[in-house]
């Protein structure tokens, strides 16, 4: 099964800071199978981000995806107050059919 | 609006069933993709299983054969019938769907299995 791995784990940062987050597979993802998620302490996951590069409805112009093959990146453009939360990619697989989240990375205020 | 609600989370003893619900408003559970997927206390997210808008199913392999998705068109619902359950199973279940298979548009608020004697 395909294994993606998220780094860092953690990153300390300040608001209006840019910020890269990695997301590594085991072997190629199609990009229109992958998506990333922001999820806040005691929330459900919010979808941000589809098909590698296309932000999900209602999401501000400073999240932005890219990526392709093995190798997908998350970027932030200028981080607000509320954004300091945890961020999983995800894949989905049609052999198994099935989905695989990246193990997370935190961000936390400086 | 789309709003998605599980209910039926509890304490339940290892071996025992439980099953959770995924009421929907807003949104057609039987036109859509429609998932569950379980956060352990303190770690990341896992997808368990999935009920396509065609009527197939899938299932994660750590609850291949103890879990079953089902869903009524009739009452807009989502279930997870959960048999044998472990400790290992004690999370938070989301509900989570979509008009695509292959990302979750939306989430309810999660319900909470603990599975302990």
């Known amino acids: 099964d395909i294994v993606l791995t998220q780094s860092p784990g953690t990153l300390s940062l300040s608001p209006g800071e840019r910020v890269t987050l990695s997301c590594r597979a085991s072997?190629?993802?199609?990009?229109?199978?992958l998506a990333w998620y922001q999820q806040k302490p005691g929330q459900a996951p919010r979808l941000l981000i589809y098909?590698?590069?296309s932000r999900a409805t209602g999401i501000p112009d400073r999240f932005s995806g890219s990526g392709s093959g093995t190798d997908f990146t998350l970027t932030i453009s200028r981080l607000e107050p509320e954004d300091f939360a945890v961020y999983y990619c995800q894949r989905y697989g049609t052999s198994p059919r099935g989905y695989t989240f990246g193990q997370g990375t935190k961000l936390e205020f400086k | 609006e789309v709003q998605l609600v599980e209910s039926g989370g509890t304490l339940v003893q290892p071996g025992g069933s439980l099953r959770l619900s995924c009421a929907a408003s807003g949104f057609t559970v039987s036109s859509n993709y429609m998932s569950w997927v379980r956060q352990a206390p303190g770690k990341g997210l896992e997808w368990v299983s999935v009920f396509y808008s065609g009527g197939s199913t899938y299932y994660a392999d750590s609850v291949k054969g103890r879990f079953t998705i089902s869903r009524d068109n009739s009452t807009n619902t989502l279930y997870l019938q959960m048999n044998s359950l472990r400790p290992e199973d004690t999370a938070v279940y989301y509900c989570?769907?979509?008009?695509?298979?292959?990302?979750?548009?939306?989430w309810g608020q999660g319900t909470l299995v603990t599975v302990s004697s």
């Open positions: 072997q190629s993802v199609s990009s229109s199978y």
């Open positions: 989570a769907g979509g008009s695509g298979r292959a990302s979750f548009d939306y």
């Open positions: 098909g590698a590069s």
